[in-house]
């Protein structure tokens, strides 16, 4: 589990496994900040900034640590897929 050096670990998990109908969408909006939507099946997660109408530092940087380690994701689930690939 992910966890900043100095914060308490988290105490629950939740784990929604992706596959089919899995799906991760960015809704942005002209007069509020966007939402980043996660659904598996029936249960949906959203993901949004604390006002609706404005953004601070903090959520700037939570955003970008955000994309950064999706792509991480991204990558280690594509190589995994490939070797999947190559070994069928």
């Not at 308490?8 to 900040?33: D, F, K, M, P, S």
């Not at 970008?64 to 690939?85: D, N, P």
Request: hydrophobic share 45%.
């Amino acid at each position: 589990m992910m966890g900043r050096r100095g914060q308490a670990r988290a105490t629950g998990v939740i784990t929604l496994n992706t596959g089919a109908g899995a799906v991760a969408e960015n809704h942005a909006y002209q007069l509020r900040t966007p939402v980043l939507a996660l659904a598996f099946g029936l249960v949906q997660v959203q993901v949004t900034t604390a006002a609706s109408d404005r953004v601070t530092a903090a959520e700037v940087e939570f955003a970008r640590q955000l994309a950064k380690e999706a792509q991480h994701f991204a990558r280690c689930v594509e190589r995994i897929h490939r070797r999947g690939m190559t070994a069928a």
